[in-house]
């Protein structure tokens, strides 16, 4: 979402001239409206327009492309063009929203954003003492933006066990947690630009703990049941409230 929105800047002062797309909205109500802003929340992303947002969630199989039309009509959801550019959006979902973003979206728990609210994320941990870290991390309203990825290899950076409550985490633990949540979401974004992600995996999909040289488990932790990679040698399940 962050690579769209740098790739989208030239866009913002633009009129939107043609619109068109399979996506279920007014596509007339976006002709000659310019575009103001263009923001993310997470893998939600935003098109400001004056007195509506168009609103792209990519789901699982939604992709766009910029300047071509890459995949077929039938996946158009949303096509633009705007002053002399072209923005397509494919098999996402589309929606415009008429409401105040900020009311809508809580940027501070946005994990790349400016705003960004390290204060306020330990906030909302502490109020959740029963809840597996692996769970907490996928937490929208905490950390918006990471996913699956981020989450097992910040765990494995800071060596903490998947399933250790929220409420048992020593509190430098705690900071290490909220802090890699943001910093490896930034060399996230850094080795994806560069096509070099996989190749900087230390646990997510591996066999083999780095440090331990022992067999990674694989295992769906939690109430998210997403696929979790870990190492139970060095990896610390914290079990008394410190
Ligand atoms: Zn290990």
Redesign the pocket.
């Known amino acids: 979402m962050v690579i769209l929105k740098e790739a989208m800047q030239p866009f913002i002062g633009k009129k939107i001239l043609e619109a068109r797309g399979n996506a279920k909205i007014d596509m007339g109500q976006l002709l000659q409206r310019k575009i103001l802003n263009i923001k993310t929340w997470g893998k939600q992303f935003f098109i400001c327009l004056p007195n509506t947002t168009i609103r792209i969630h990519f789901l699982m199989f939604g992709s766009h492309s910029i300047g071509e039309q890459t995949r077929p009509d039938k996946s158009l959801r949303l096509g633009l063009k705007v002053g002399r550019r072209t923005v397509f959006f494919y098999t996402c979902a589309v929606r415009l929203i008429d409401e105040d973003l900020d009311s809508i979206y809580d940027w501070e728990a946005d994990v790349m954003s400016d705003v960004w609210n390290p204060r306020k994320a330990r906030k909302k941990l502490k109020a959740m003492p029963d809840t597996m870290v692996c769970d907490a991390l996928l937490d929208q309203q905490i950390f918006s933006g990471v996913g699956n990825i981020i989450k097992n290899e910040v765990l494995y950076r800071i060596?903490l066990h998947p399933e250790t409550l929220v409420g048992n985490i020593p509190a430098r633990k705690l900071t290490a947690l909220i802090n890699e949540a943001r910093n490896y979401s930034f060399d996230f974004l850094k080795w994806k630009k560069k096509f070099v992600l996989k190749k900087h995996w230390l646990a997510h999909t591996k066999k083999t703990?780095?440090?331990?040289?022992?067999p990674?488990v694989k295992k769906y932790c939690g109430k998210t049941k997403r696929r979790t990679f870990f190492?139970?040698?060095?990896?610390v399940k914290y079990n008394f409230s410190t």
């Open positions: 060596m703990c780095k440090r331990c040289d022992l990674l190492c139970e040698n060095c990896q």
